[in-house]
């Protein structure tokens, strides 16, 4: 194979004021964005859920089953379609044609942040559940004996411990939103794998535009790792899995 990388590419004009490499860029920006505000939709919806599938109460055992089990089974393409094309149909008139008029990149954003945020919602609902069950009995019943209602044990003495527990496998959730982010190109959203694709269209420059891409990637989930190594080691907890 004789070619010759030629990185140069990325600093021609591809508009009056853009070049190339802001197209990169802006893509990069888009899926940091996306994937930032999905997963805060994840942890707060999955705490809500993890905690219904552990608390005593068989109608909150079966919303939070049923909610886990309905967007974890069903594909995440199938998921960004409704959210994007039924979801707005759904809605009052006055929401539904508010969201239609609105900007498509606000649409394409919004659709696709709700449905990354709600898809990983339901793994990071087991993982609380998991983190919740695998602490000792004796916490839950030494915050009631201390006076605690049930909502305040839970979020005093059960979350703060069971989060602490359960950051390894929510680093590997955050690093899904982020790949799983590329799915946003479908509804046109100009996120970093539709910007790659269209880098080629306009450059003819397949091997950079998506080494650069892979680089843009694997820089987010470095970072991503980075933090949540940060995070693990200042919570750890001495007896619990991981502590030293």
Do not use: H
């Given at each position: ?19 190339y ?33 552990s608390?005593?109460?068989k ?26 094309f ?61 006076g ?93 899995i991981?502590?030293?």
């Amino acid at each position: 194979m004789n070619y010759s990388l030629n990185w140069g590419v990325f600093f021609a004009k591809a508009s009056t004021n853009e070049t190339y490499l802001d197209w990169l860029i802006a893509g990069f920006k888009v899926t940091v964005a996306l994937g930032l505000c999905s997963c805060v939709i994840a942890l707060a919806l999955g705490t809500v859920f993890g905690v219904c599938r552990s608390v005593p109460s068989k109608t909150a055992n079966a919303i939070g089953a049923a909610y886990v089990e309905l967007f974890r089974n069903v594909p995440l393409l199938v998921q960004l379609f409704i959210w994007y094309f039924v979801v707005p149909e759904l809605l009052p008139d006055s929401v539904g044609d508010a969201i239609k008029n609105s900007n498509p990149v606000v649409q394409q954003f919004l659709a696709a942040v709700f449905c990354l945020g709600t898809f990983t919602a339901a793994r990071v609902a087991e993982q609380v559940r998991s983190g919740l069950n695998s602490l000792p009995s004796g916490q839950r019943n030494a915050g009631l004996t201390m006076g605690f209602t049930l909502t305040q044990t839970y979020r005093f003495v059960l979350l703060p411990v069971a989060f602490r527990v359960i950051v390894p496998p929510l680093t590997s959730e955050t690093l899904n939103v982020f790949k799983n982010s590329a799915v946003a190109s479908t509804i046109g959203l100009l996120e970093l794998a539709a910007q790659g694709r269209q880098l080629v269209d306009y450059m003819a420059a397949t091997y950079e535009s998506f080494i650069a891409v892979t680089l843009a990637y694997m820089l987010i989930n470095v970072a991503i790792m980075r933090l949540m190594g940060w995070v693990e080691k200042r919570t750890r907890l001495p007896g619990f899995i991981g502590s030293k």
